[in-house]
């Protein structure tokens, strides 16, 4: 049937229909622009959370041991372009003093595919030193060998500093405490002796281990006392010459001015 031979109300749902595909077509379109949309807009975010990310990203091919990629934060923590890191070996962002460790946890990902929580040393562009901790994941051929890695470094600078810093003022503490001519000792808010220097062995005149789990009510020649004092202590946060009578394991009873401070949890709650 030719056009002519058609009714006029036939031309007229024929074209409706045409407009409905159209309209559909139409649909499909801005919906297909809307999904590239969100991908496009998915590929930057995920991008952006990876070349911003806290963390150092570097893949490293694992013949090589060159670079292949890298991330922003790479480039802003080491103080290098990306042309001066891309392609270069991985052992050049090492420092001299890490190098030698750096080749075996690298022959250890080849050997493997993964490394975990390694702690090396990079050198940035001035020399200084960047302490990281390293985690590798490798990705393989269909045959099940190791193309390359995904690195994560770490940067546990602060970290290493902080746990530099403890250690040295618990030598501090420990140096202070060991070597004080005064009785000092710490216990729980129950009263258990938690430590004692030799100075308080000496004084109360008790084996130290001996001592260590004790409660200090034992030592008060009027344990009540210990009640009071505890209240006090609490109630002030610190007492300074308060005065005691304690008794030696000889039985000899011995007067002392006891300055003491609270230890509280983080929450304030009363420790010892």
């Known amino acids: 049937m030719t056009d002519q031979d058609k009714t006029t109300e036939q031309l ?9 595909r159209v309209t559909e077509l139409e649909q499909v379109e801005r919906q297909y622009k809307g999904t590239l949309e969100s991908l496009e ?29 890298c991330n922003q934060t790479v480039v802003q923590t080491l ?15 090492y420092h001299p003093d890490c190098v030698e460790d750096a080749h075996k ?36 051929d269909e045959e099940g060998n190791v193309l390359y890695g995904r690195s994560v470094w770490r940067n546990i600078t602060r970290h290493k500093r902080a ?15 060991g070597e004080s001519r005064d009785a000092v000792y710490m216990n ?3 009263g258990k002796i938690l430590d004692i220097n030799q100075a308080g062995v000496d004084l109360l005149g008790y084996p ?5 789990g004790m409660n200090v009510r034992r030592l008060y020649v009027h344990p009540e006392e210990r009640s009071v004092f505890q209240w006090e202590i609490e109630r002030q946060g610190s007492v300074r010459d308060y005065e005691l009578k304690f008794r030696r394991k000889d039985g000899t009873q011995i007067d002392c001015l006891v300055t003491s401070t609270v230890r509280r949890a983080a929450d304030g709650t009363v420790l010892g």
């Open 12 to 20: 007229i749902d024929e074209l409706e229909t045409m407009r409905q």
């Open 41 to 69: 807009q998915s590929g930057r975010t995920y991008y952006d959370l990876y070349d911003n990310a806290p963390d150092m990203f570097v893949f490293v091919d694992a013949k090589t041991a060159n670079i292949i990629r």
């Open 79 to 93: 103080g290098y372009t990306r042309e001066e890191i891309i392609g270069h070996s991985i052992f050049e962002r």
């Open 105 to 140: 946890v690298f022959q250890s990902f080849v050997e493997t595919g993964e490394v975990h929580d390694a702690e090396l040393v990079l050198k940035r562009k001035d020399g200084t030193k960047v302490d990281v901790s390293l985690n590798v994941s490798s990705v393989r």
């Open 163 to 177: 746990v530099k810093a403890l250690r040295r003022s618990e030598t501090r503490y420990r140096t202070l405490f």
């Open 188 to 190: 729980t808010r129950e």
């Open 208 to 212: 130290r281990d001996e001592l260590i």
